[in-house]
């Protein structure tokens, strides 16, 4: 037998040697492959990333000011009849709550589009997607709308003791919150990077606190909280 197997007679092999050369060559043939078959899997993956729809390139939302805003963008060459915006307070159950008539996406180019949702649910996340014509649904979108009012954060405290300050902050933007008694004593100081902090509940009683908000732009927040 020819190629990388030795001969072979009487199902043994006439030489030790060649048996060894041909084991180190197999060993070697299937790290090869082994390799290869990473690559193609991680190769795989830069392609094979989650997309919104097939129509679409990307469908994003996020909160601005008092309303939220989506943005959606048709490949190059898709076409489809109408858009329907649907929202939904579980990310299960949706309604109707827009509609984009007549032809979404172009032959040629392609198409961004924006639906504005000025009335969506208030400290809550709120779940979005779209049906494009008659080509289904698209993933879902979730944004956490934050109606924070003059004070710029708003306190949420539930009936086993948790208290959660929330705020709005842009990706990326950290900052420290210090909270103070209302006698001007530093209660605490702590680090944030998102849009809510918990506060432990051993450390807060009821009663009332001022909170100062530093963002890392030199932007802040600053008012009074009550601990109920």
């Given at each position: 037998m020819s190629g990388i197997f030795p001969n072979i007679s009487g199902h043994q092999f006439v030489d030790l040697a060649l048996y060894v050369q041909w084991l180190k060559k197999t060993d070697c043939l299937m790290r090869l492959l082994l390799h290869l078959f990473v690559l193609i899997i991680f190769l795989s993956g830069l392609s094979l990333k989650a997309q919104p729809h097939a129509l679409l390139q990307d469908f994003t939302g996020y909160q601005n000011s008092n309303q939220i805003t989506l943005r959606w963008t048709f490949r190059s060459g898709s076409l489809c009849e109408?858009?329907?915006?649907?929202?939904?307070?579980?990310?299960?159950?949706?309604e109707e709550v827009g509609q984009i008539p007549g032809v979404c996406g172009s032959s040629e180019t392609a198409v961004t589009f924006t639906f504005t949702d000025s009335l969506p649910q208030a400290n809550a996340v709120n779940y979005y997607r779209l049906e494009l014509g008659n080509y289904g649904y698209t993933s879902t979108v979730s944004v956490e709308f934050l109606n924070t009012g003059d004070n710029g954060f708003i306190v949420l405290s539930s009936s086993s003791g948790q208290t959660d300050i929330l705020f709005q902050n842009s990706q990326g933007r950290t900052g420290k919150a210090l909270i103070f008694s209302s006698n001007g004593k530093k209660l605490a100081e702590m680090a944030f990077t998102g849009k809510r902090l918990s506060l432990p509940e051993a450390r807060f009683s009821s009663g009332i606190y001022l909170l100062l908000l530093a963002f890392s732009d030199n932007f802040s927040i600053s008012g009074n909280f009550i601990i109920p």
């Open positions: 109408g858009t329907r915006i649907e929202r939904s307070a579980d990310g299960f159950i949706f």
